[in-house]
T-cell receptor, first 114, second 110 residues
Framework: KAGVTQTPRYLIKTRGQQVTLSCSPISGHRSVSWYQQTPGQGLQFLFEYFSETQRNKGNFPGRFSGRQFSNSRSEMNVSTLELGDSALYLC?????????????FGQGTRLTVV | GNSVTQMEGPVTLSEEAFLTINCTYTATGYPSLFWYVQYPGEGLQLLLKATKADDKGSNKGFEATYRKETTSFHLEKGSVQVSDSAVYFCALRNTDKLIFGTGTRLQVFP
Protein backbone atom coordinates (compact mmCIF):
# COMPACT_ATOMS: atom_id res chain seq x y z
CA LYS A 1 0.00 0.00 0.00
CA ALA A 2 1.54 3.32 -1.02
CA GLY A 3 2.19 5.84 1.71
CA VAL A 4 1.51 9.54 1.79
CA THR A 5 3.06 11.30 -1.19
CA GLN A 6 4.01 14.94 -1.09
CA THR A 7 5.22 16.90 -4.09
CA PRO A 8 7.53 18.55 -4.68
CA ARG A 9 10.14 17.48 -2.12
CA TYR A 10 12.09 20.72 -2.39
CA LEU A 11 11.13 24.20 -3.49
CA ILE A 12 12.90 27.52 -3.63
CA LYS A 13 10.79 30.65 -4.05
CA THR A 14 11.34 34.37 -3.90
CA ARG A 15 9.68 36.68 -1.39
CA GLY A 16 6.31 37.86 -2.63
CA GLN A 17 5.68 34.84 -4.82
CA GLN A 18 3.05 32.24 -4.16
CA VAL A 19 3.43 28.47 -3.91
CA THR A 20 1.21 25.39 -4.09
CA LEU A 21 2.10 22.13 -2.36
CA SER A 22 0.40 18.83 -3.07
CA CYS A 23 -0.44 15.81 -0.93
CA SER A 24 -1.83 12.44 -1.97
CA PRO A 25 -3.08 10.49 1.06
CA ILE A 26 -3.03 6.76 1.60
CA SER A 27 -5.66 5.07 -0.52
CA GLY A 28 -8.97 5.01 1.33
CA HIS A 29 -8.01 7.74 3.77
CA ARG A 30 -10.41 10.68 3.79
CA SER A 31 -8.73 13.04 6.24
CA VAL A 32 -5.72 15.17 5.39
CA SER A 33 -3.96 17.54 7.78
CA TRP A 34 -1.10 19.95 7.19
CA TYR A 35 1.64 20.95 9.62
CA GLN A 36 4.50 23.42 9.45
CA GLN A 37 7.82 22.46 11.03
CA THR A 38 10.47 25.05 11.82
CA PRO A 39 13.45 24.97 14.21
CA GLY A 40 12.03 27.86 16.22
CA GLN A 41 8.34 26.99 16.45
CA GLY A 42 8.44 23.22 16.12
CA LEU A 43 5.44 21.44 14.63
CA GLN A 44 2.39 23.64 14.21
CA PHE A 45 -1.01 22.67 12.88
CA LEU A 46 -2.17 24.47 9.75
CA PHE A 47 -5.51 22.89 8.79
CA GLU A 48 -7.44 19.66 8.50
CA TYR A 49 -9.75 18.50 5.73
CA PHE A 50 -12.26 15.68 5.71
CA SER A 51 -14.45 14.83 2.75
CA GLU A 52 -13.55 18.09 1.00
CA THR A 53 -14.52 20.23 4.02
CA GLN A 54 -12.12 22.17 6.19
CA ARG A 55 -12.79 21.05 9.73
CA ASN A 56 -10.11 22.92 11.61
CA LYS A 57 -7.70 25.73 11.03
CA GLY A 58 -4.62 26.65 13.01
CA ASN A 59 -3.42 30.08 13.96
CA PHE A 60 -1.90 31.13 10.65
CA PRO A 61 -2.59 34.22 8.54
CA GLY A 62 -5.00 34.15 5.65
CA ARG A 63 -2.09 33.83 3.22
CA PHE A 64 -2.16 30.15 4.05
CA SER A 65 -5.04 28.28 2.46
CA GLY A 66 -5.87 24.79 1.38
CA ARG A 67 -8.40 22.57 -0.23
CA GLN A 68 -9.26 18.93 -0.67
CA PHE A 69 -10.55 17.28 -3.81
CA SER A 70 -13.12 14.54 -4.22
CA ASN A 71 -10.34 11.92 -4.49
CA SER A 72 -9.04 13.12 -1.07
CA ARG A 73 -5.90 14.66 -2.56
CA SER A 74 -5.12 17.98 -0.95
CA GLU A 75 -3.25 21.13 -1.83
CA MET A 76 -2.08 23.98 0.29
CA ASN A 77 -1.28 27.41 -1.02
CA VAL A 78 0.82 30.18 0.46
CA SER A 79 0.55 33.59 -1.15
CA THR A 80 2.85 36.59 -0.81
CA LEU A 81 5.67 34.50 0.59
CA GLU A 82 7.77 35.83 3.45
CA LEU A 83 11.21 34.70 4.58
CA GLY A 84 9.63 33.29 7.71
CA ASP A 85 7.57 30.86 5.65
CA SER A 86 10.70 28.81 5.03
CA ALA A 87 9.92 25.48 6.65
CA LEU A 88 9.24 21.80 6.19
CA TYR A 89 5.55 21.37 5.35
CA LEU A 90 4.18 18.00 6.36
CA CYS A 91 0.97 16.38 5.26
CA UNK A 92 -0.72 13.69 7.37
CA UNK A 93 -3.32 11.21 6.20
CA UNK A 94 -5.90 9.53 8.42
CA UNK A 95 -8.61 6.98 7.74
CA UNK A 96 -11.16 9.02 9.66
CA UNK A 97 -11.36 11.74 12.27
CA UNK A 98 -11.30 11.59 16.06
CA UNK A 99 -8.92 11.18 18.98
CA UNK A 100 -8.05 7.53 18.36
CA UNK A 101 -7.23 7.98 14.72
CA UNK A 102 -3.64 7.36 13.65
CA UNK A 103 -2.04 9.94 11.38
CA UNK A 104 0.54 8.90 8.80
CA PHE A 105 2.92 11.51 7.51
CA GLY A 106 4.54 12.10 4.16
CA GLN A 107 8.20 13.00 3.73
CA GLY A 108 7.36 16.67 3.54
CA THR A 109 8.06 19.54 1.21
CA ARG A 110 11.06 21.67 2.13
CA LEU A 111 10.23 25.26 1.17
CA THR A 112 12.98 27.85 1.12
CA VAL A 113 12.03 31.51 0.60
CA VAL A 114 14.87 33.78 -0.50
CA GLY B 1 -5.52 24.21 26.87
CA ASN B 2 -3.81 21.10 25.57
CA SER B 3 -0.03 20.87 25.59
CA VAL B 4 2.87 18.42 25.59
CA THR B 5 6.19 18.86 27.39
CA GLN B 6 9.25 16.79 26.51
CA MET B 7 12.66 16.62 28.07
CA GLU B 8 15.34 18.73 26.44
CA GLY B 9 17.89 16.98 24.30
CA PRO B 10 20.14 15.86 23.01
CA VAL B 11 20.18 12.54 24.79
CA THR B 12 23.53 10.86 24.16
CA LEU B 13 23.91 7.15 24.82
CA SER B 14 26.21 4.28 24.02
CA GLU B 15 24.87 1.36 22.05
CA GLU B 16 22.93 -1.15 24.21
CA ALA B 17 22.20 1.45 26.91
CA PHE B 18 18.73 1.92 28.39
CA LEU B 19 16.69 4.80 27.03
CA THR B 20 14.07 6.96 28.71
CA ILE B 21 12.61 10.09 27.10
CA ASN B 22 10.19 11.88 29.39
CA CYS B 23 6.88 13.25 28.17
CA THR B 24 4.10 14.86 30.19
CA TYR B 25 0.89 16.35 28.93
CA THR B 26 -1.94 18.69 29.84
CA ALA B 27 -5.30 17.97 28.31
CA THR B 28 -9.02 18.19 28.81
CA GLY B 29 -11.04 15.07 28.22
CA TYR B 30 -9.47 11.79 27.20
CA PRO B 31 -6.77 12.26 24.59
CA SER B 32 -4.89 9.59 22.72
CA LEU B 33 -1.11 9.72 23.05
CA PHE B 34 1.52 9.03 20.40
CA TRP B 35 5.24 8.84 19.86
CA TYR B 36 6.61 9.75 16.45
CA VAL B 37 10.18 9.47 15.19
CA GLN B 38 11.86 11.64 12.58
CA TYR B 39 15.06 10.58 10.82
CA PRO B 40 17.21 13.23 9.11
CA GLY B 41 15.59 14.62 6.00
CA GLU B 42 12.42 12.61 6.51
CA GLY B 43 8.85 13.09 7.65
CA LEU B 44 7.39 11.70 10.87
CA GLN B 45 6.89 7.99 11.41
CA LEU B 46 4.35 6.74 13.92
CA LEU B 47 6.25 4.69 16.49
CA LEU B 48 3.53 3.73 18.95
CA LYS B 49 0.27 4.89 20.45
CA ALA B 50 -2.02 4.46 23.46
CA THR B 51 -5.66 5.44 23.52
CA LYS B 52 -6.67 5.16 27.18
CA ALA B 53 -5.26 5.14 30.69
CA ASP B 54 -2.91 2.23 31.53
CA ASP B 55 -2.62 1.23 27.88
CA LYS B 56 0.92 0.28 26.86
CA GLY B 57 1.99 1.00 23.30
CA SER B 58 4.96 -0.91 21.92
CA ASN B 59 6.85 -1.26 18.67
CA LYS B 60 10.40 -2.18 17.59
CA GLY B 61 11.51 -2.60 21.21
CA PHE B 62 10.15 0.81 22.26
CA GLU B 63 7.32 1.07 24.74
CA ALA B 64 5.34 3.73 26.59
CA THR B 65 2.53 3.52 29.13
CA TYR B 66 -0.34 6.01 29.34
CA ARG B 67 -0.30 7.18 32.97
CA LYS B 68 -3.31 9.35 33.72
CA GLU B 69 -2.42 9.86 37.39
CA THR B 70 0.92 11.44 36.47
CA THR B 71 -0.19 12.72 33.03
CA SER B 72 2.85 11.08 31.49
CA PHE B 73 3.76 8.94 28.50
CA HIS B 74 7.50 8.27 28.84
CA LEU B 75 9.25 6.45 26.00
CA GLU B 76 11.59 3.57 26.95
CA LYS B 77 13.81 1.07 25.19
CA GLY B 78 15.92 -1.53 26.91
CA SER B 79 18.87 -1.55 24.51
CA VAL B 80 19.35 1.20 21.94
CA GLN B 81 21.13 0.83 18.61
CA VAL B 82 23.02 3.34 16.51
CA SER B 83 20.15 3.16 14.03
CA ASP B 84 17.79 4.58 16.70
CA SER B 85 19.51 7.96 16.40
CA ALA B 86 16.74 10.37 15.43
CA VAL B 87 14.40 13.00 16.86
CA TYR B 88 11.48 11.68 18.91
CA PHE B 89 8.20 13.59 19.27
CA CYS B 90 5.52 12.98 21.86
CA ALA B 91 2.03 14.05 20.77
CA LEU B 92 -1.54 14.05 21.95
CA ARG B 93 -4.77 14.12 20.01
CA ASN B 94 -8.08 15.06 21.57
CA THR B 95 -10.85 15.47 19.05
CA ASP B 96 -8.97 17.00 16.18
CA LYS B 97 -5.41 18.07 15.59
CA LEU B 98 -2.21 16.53 16.88
CA ILE B 99 -0.35 18.63 19.44
CA PHE B 100 3.36 17.93 19.53
CA GLY B 101 6.12 18.38 22.03
CA THR B 102 9.30 20.12 20.97
CA GLY B 103 11.09 16.89 20.16
CA THR B 104 14.08 15.16 21.77
CA ARG B 105 17.15 14.34 19.75
CA LEU B 106 18.69 10.96 20.52
CA GLN B 107 22.30 10.25 19.56
CA VAL B 108 23.57 6.71 19.97
CA PHE B 109 27.28 6.02 19.62
CA PRO B 110 28.88 2.61 19.00
Amino acid sequence: KAGVTQTPRYLIKTRGQQVTLSCSPISGHRSVSWYQQTPGQGLQFLFEYFSETQRNKGNFPGRFSGRQFSNSRSEMNVSTLELGDSALYLCASSLAIGANTEAFFGQGTRLTVV
Amino acid sequence: GNSVTQMEGPVTLSEEAFLTINCTYTATGYPSLFWYVQYPGEGLQLLLKATKADDKGSNKGFEATYRKETTSFHLEKGSVQVSDSAVYFCALRNTDKLIFGTGTRLQVFP
